[in-house]
């Protein structure tokens, strides 16, 4: 089994910055595709940004395109997102996941991640 813990959000002024840690304990998951989806109030869960295992590709929401990078220490088994140039509508509870069959192949739906965690909450003021 792999637990997952999200660190990192907070209160932020919107065109600030915050980077979300996701640690992973109980096993390796070098080779998992590491995901961050978020949901705001009123919405559905949604993708956010995704990383292969050993991180040979990512992807991300259009939304966030250009402002999120997802990075993840193999070694450390964290998986980072950086977050800039935020803006209220960014506010949500953050969730890392992970795939653990994703391999190099990086899925966007919630259904094609086994593991969890409890999420962290982001909140951007204007």
């Known amino acids: 089994q792999v637990q997952l813990v999200e660190f990192g959000g907070g209160l932020v002024q919107a065109g600030g910055s915050l980077k979300l840690s996701c640690a992973a304990s109980g096993r390796r998951i070098s080779t998992y595709v590491a995901g961050w989806f978020r949901r705001a109030p009123g919405k559905e869960r949604e993708f956010v940004s995704a990383?292969?295992?050993?991180?040979?590709?990512?992807r991300y929401a259009d939304s966030v395109k250009g402002r999120f990078t997802i990075s993840r220490d193999i070694s450390l088994n964290l998986v980072y997102l950086q977050m800039n140039s935020l803006s209220p509508e960014d506010t949500a509870e953050y969730y890392c996941?992970?795939?653990?069959?994703?391999?190099?192949?990086?899925?966007?739906?919630?259904?094609?991640?086994?593991?969890w965690g409890r999420g962290t909450q982001v909140t951007v003021s204007s």
């Open positions: 996941a992970a795939d653990s069959s994703g391999g190099e192949n990086i899925e966007e739906a919630t259904s094609a991640y086994d593991y």
């Open positions: 990383i292969s295992g050993y991180s040979r590709s990512t």
